[in-house]
T-cell receptor
């Protein structure tokens, strides 16, 4: 069965902390994505990657960075967490162009 | 760059009534189009997708969508809804060329009343 796993379901961090959100997929997908989901705003794309070590900015990259050292793992980094980064973070992966995206269960991050 | 607009943030309907959830997109290249559903407290799952071919696409749970290139729309329809269709629905677009960016709309919350 297809699987995208996010390392944590819930996280609470302090303002200014460096935060790592990890995502692992077991489907050998080229594409991986990080979104944040906020009520009324839908899913907003933070960063995506179409190959190992490749990354592209999405629509709201400010305050975030990513790392993809291995094909199966895509990490989202909050360099200095702020309260406006409190959100649900979703990771997804897909195969090739036009492939169905499979989502992880999400990480609800609260920054206090 | 691609973008997606879902024209209704909330749609309330009565059980067994028909429903249409509207989606418009913009893109400078050919696109692939998707509808995803998120049931309460669950993850996103694919309802249906348009890649090429017939403009009428059928998905799971009796949903269908029609791709209209001239109107840049991909509206989702179901002829008769059930209580179990209560969920949030997301339209998404994936550009067929260039950076392979998957962009979602703001979501439409479908509420079915008995």
């Amino acid at each position: 069965d297809v699987k995208v796993t996010q390392s944590s379901r819930y996280l609470v961090k302090r303002t200014g902390e460096k935060v790592f959100l990890e995502c692992v997929q077991d489907m050998d997908h080229e594409n991986m994505f990080w979104y944040r989901q906020d009520p009324g705003l839908g899913l907003r794309l933070i960063y995506f990657s179409y190959d190992v070590k490749m990354k592209e900015k999405g629509d709201i990259p400010e305050g975030y960075s990513v790392s993809r050292e291995k094909k199966e793992r895509f990490s989202l980094i909050l360099e200095s967490a702020s309260t406006n980064q409190t959100s649900m973070y979703l990771c997804a992966s897909s195969l090739g162009v036009g492939g169905e995206a499979f989502f992880g269960q999400g990480t609800r991050l609260t920054v206090v | 760059a691609q973008s997606v607009t879902q024209l209704d943030s909330q749609v309330p309907v009565f059980e067994e009534a028909p429903v249409e959830l509207r989606c418009n997109y913009s893109s400078s290249v050919s696109v692939y189009l998707f509808w995803y559903v998120q049931y309460p407290n669950q993850g996103l799952q694919l309802l249906l997708k348009y890649l090429s071919g017939s403009t009428l696409v059928k998905g799971i749970n009796g949903f269908e969508a029609e791709f209209n290139k001239s109107q840049t729309s991909f509206h989702l329809r179901k002829p008769s809804v059930h209580i179990s269709d209560t969920a949030e629905y997301f339209c998404a677009v994936f550009g067929s060329q260039g950076a392979q960016k998957l962009v979602f709309g703001q979501g439409t919350r479908l509420t079915i009343n008995p």
